[in-house]
């Protein structure tokens, strides 16, 4: 055979091999449509297969929060009393489930105190909320403050939501109830009192979410979402009002703290015509909106950042986000048809 | 060479086979998931003279098209280059188209003409104190509300409406359109019955489908034609008097929310 006949005889069986279909995949290395969410510097690939469990074994509810411990697990709190917590790696895989007594299962936060994990549970049915070690032993609970003189019973406190201090300081949002913010040491003894239900700065339609801000070491300071508002507000540590940030059309969740970045679930668009319209929403250390997968790419004019919502019905109600140590996400949704968690790769 | 040959088939199927294993994945691929229906800008929709209609393009690579009249698919859309102006009554649908994502839903626009207006409008029955619009004539006004029922477009009724219509002189009046909102989560549902009486011994009487939709936020309208001279009308519109067994409020009265009464 001469050079030119095998060259065109190499490069038929070639051509062969790259319109079969089963084998042309070899060189199709950008074969992979993957689409991509998010803007500038977060982006992500979307997998909505993690984590996903046979509801006959191990169901969900609503999925309300999930935090990654010590070991580097991830810990969904679902409201669903045959298995509130529910432990993946990483991968998705089920490790274990715990807890039965959980109805109103809303809140989690994880805290570490001389090496071990503990994971603090608000629940809003229960009107309690709920301190427990990472395998699901009850180490105390605090009932509603009636020494406030702010509550007249249990049922006005709906706590959703916990942050808590390097000294062990619990603050609690009372985010389904009276709007206040409740201060307690780290034996659940009441300390302070602030907040309540309105719109001036230090007050809140729907407090539904706080986290202790400690990026700046020598200003500690608790940010508190007032999700019917759609405003993150800054407060000290002993409940004076500092500074609010605009998310227009954003019903923002909690504020979850990794690194100098703030990130969201947004329960959903506010002016949108379907309920089922949340997206995530990121901010950088200037506490700018730099990233908002599932919606408009943020926008500021004259300092004002512009209306944000769902761009693509990805996301249904997302209700919390996870960031675990690779940076991917994982996003908890509420009322979503019990469905589990999405997760985000970034990119 | 036949060992050349081999040697580079037997190449080519390990690197397939190989880069198959990193490509499978799990991630959503293009066309999986659906656009959000595109918010379109909308400066009135009942026409004087004409009115404007804007898709915000706040993602890049997105397109909107749209469609007028029921006309489907993608020969008889026009794909939006800035703004949309109509002079003419009737239905546009708008869907969002990008690459990476399945086409949008429609949002629909209805833009009606701009009616005769009546002299007076005189009510037998009230709105409720918290939803009475911009006062009496606010069905009249020739403004429409948009899908919140707290917008102060809306009147709305618990009970039936009942009010009388009085035009200048005898007018020739083609029909009358009523518009309203379904939003049942609210418990606002369509009118369950609507009667017009005009020049002492007629009257049209038009009973409303019931809704059996669920999840839906929509407005909407109906037509009653008429063509009559009429000095006089009155208008009964009565809200649904039971909700429906799917309803959370099942057995009880629904609300009934108008915006605009235009007569053609």
């Known amino acids: ?347 | 060479m036949k060992n050349f040959m081999g040697i580079l088939i037997a190449c080519l199927i390990f690197f397939s086979c190989t880069e198959k294993k990193t490509e499978t994945t799990n991630y959503v691929q293009e066309g999986e998931i659906q656009l959000a229906k595109p918010r379109i800008a909308v400066s009135s929709t009942i026409i004087d003279s004409f009115v404007t209609m804007k898709p915000e393009i706040r993602m890049e690579n997105l397109s909107v098209f749209y469609e007028v009249d029921g006309k489907k698919g993608m020969e008889s859309s026009s794909k939006v280059q800035t703004t949309v102006i109509a002079e003419e009554a009737g239905t546009f649908n708008f869907r969002g188209y990008h690459p990476d994502w399945k086409p949008s839903e429609a949002t629909e626009i209805r833009l009606y003409k701009k009616g005769f207006i009546p002299d007076k409008i005189t009510w037998q029955t009230q709105a409720s104190d918290t939803y009475k619009g911009q006062g009496e004539t606010t069905l009249i006004n020739n403004k429409k509300a948009s899908l919140k029922f707290r917008d102060v477009e809306w009147t709305g009724f618990d009970t039936i409406a009942k009010a009388t219509v009085s035009f200048p002189k005898k007018t020739y009046i083609k029909s009358l359109t009523i518009g309203y909102l379904i939003d049942p989560k609210s418990w606002i549902f369509p009118p369950e019955e609507i009667t017009l009486y005009f020049n002492d011994k007629d009257s049209i009487n038009l009973k409303i489908p019931a809704l059996t939709l669920q999840e839906i936020i929509k407005l909407d309208d109906v037509k009653i034609p008429i063509e009559k001279e009429i000095n006089t009308l009155i208008v009964h519109v009565k809200n649904v008097q039971k909700l429906p067994d799917w309803h959370a409020g099942k057995g009880l009265k629904a609300w009934l929310f108008m915006d605009e009464w235009i007569f053609n």
């Open chain 1, 1 to 347: 055979m001469d050079r030119r006949k095998f060259l065109k005889q190499s490069s038929l069986v070639t051509a062969g091999l790259l319109v079969t279909p089963s084998l042309s995949s070899a060189f199709s290395l950008g074969a992979n449509n993957d689409v991509i969410v998010g803007h500038n510097s977060h982006t992500y690939k979307i997998d909505l297969s993690w984590g996903n469990l046979n509801p006959s074994k191990t169901p969900v509810n609503d999925c309300h929060e999930m935090a990654q411990d010590s070991k580097g697990r991830i810990v969904l709190l679902t409201n669903h009393t045959k298995n509130n917590v529910i432990i993946y790696d990483k991968s998705g895989k089920l490790l274990e489930t715990w807890g039965t007594d959980y109805p109103g299962a809303h809140g989690l936060t994880l805290v570490k105190e001389n090496g071990a994990d503990f994971l603090l549970i608000t629940d809003y049915e229960r009107h309690q909320i709920i301190k427990t070690t990472i395998d699901g032993k009850v180490v105390f609970t605090i009932d509603y403050p009636a020494d406030t003189g702010k509550y007249n019973s249990k049922g006005e406190f709906k706590p959703t939501e916990t942050a808590v201090t390097e000294n062990g300081d619990i603050y609690v949002a009372d985010g389904y109830g009276n709007q206040h913010i409740i201060h307690y040491n780290h034996k659940g003894e009441l300390q302070n009192i602030f907040g309540g239900r309105g719109t001036e700065d230090g007050q809140f339609l729907n407090a539904h979410g706080i986290c202790y801000d400690n990026r700046d070491v020598q200003n500690p300071s608790l940010l508190v979402s007032a999700r019917e508002l759609n405003v993150l507000k800054r407060f000290d540590l002993k409940g004076n009002f500092i500074e609010s940030f605009n998310v227009p059309g954003a019903l923002i969740c909690r504020p979850v703290i990794h690194k100098k970045d703030i990130y969201f679930a947004v329960l959903r668009s506010k002016n949108a015509v379907n309920s089922d319209s949340g997206f995530i929403l990121i901010m950088n250390e200037k506490n700018e909106v730099v990233s908002c997968p599932g919606a408009t790419s943020p926008s500021y004019q004259n300092n004002e950042l512009s209306e944000l919502y769902q761009t693509v019905r990805l996301f249904q109600h997302p209700h919390d986000v996870c960031i675990d140590d690779d940076e991917n996400m994982y996003v908890a949704q509420w009322n979503s048809g019990k469905t589990y968690p999405i997760k985000l790769t970034r990119v």
